[in-house]
């Protein structure tokens, strides 16, 4: 069973940074790609950042520019630098990743608990 663990989250006041990591344990072949999402209070869940196993970025509109994501693949891990941080980028954030957990023919979706990030004004 493959399993993803954040931490990072917490308190920080507009313009304020913070770092979010991601660490994925278990039992697996390879992992393709490892991402981000956010759930905020009443809305959808919503991409944040993807990076693939090439090192491949992807950003919402809404984040390019302040937030970065990348990866150890050595390690198995993703992380997730925000700064400038906004009220609107509250939210719990979702770590996840495309896992080749038994062989490369097919990956499986799995996803962190999340860790909430609160931005005060």
């Known amino acids: 069973q493959v399993q993803l663990g954040e931490s990072g989250g917490g308190l920080v006041q507009s313009g304020g940074s913070l770092r979010l990591s991601c660490a994925a344990s278990?039992?697996?072949?390879?992992?393709?790609?490892m991402g981000w999402y956010r759930q905020a209070p009443g809305k959808q869940r919503e991409l944040v950042a993807t990076?693939?196993?090439?090192?491949?970025?992807t950003y919402a509109d809404s984040v390019h520019g302040r937030f970065t994501i990348s990866r150890d693949s050595a390690k198995n891990m993703v992380y997730l630098q925000m700064h400038s941080l906004k009220l609107e980028d509250t939210a719990v954030y979702y770590c996840?990743?495309?896992?080749?957990?038994?062989?490369?023919?097919?990956?499986?979706?799995?996803w962190g608990q999340g860790t909430q990030v609160t931005v005060s004004s």
């Open positions: 278990g039992r697996f072949v390879s992992i393709h790609t």
């Open positions: 990076i693939s196993n090439s090192g491949s970025t």
């Open positions: 996840t990743a495309q896992v080749f957990e038994f062989t490369l023919s097919h990956a499986y979706d799995y």
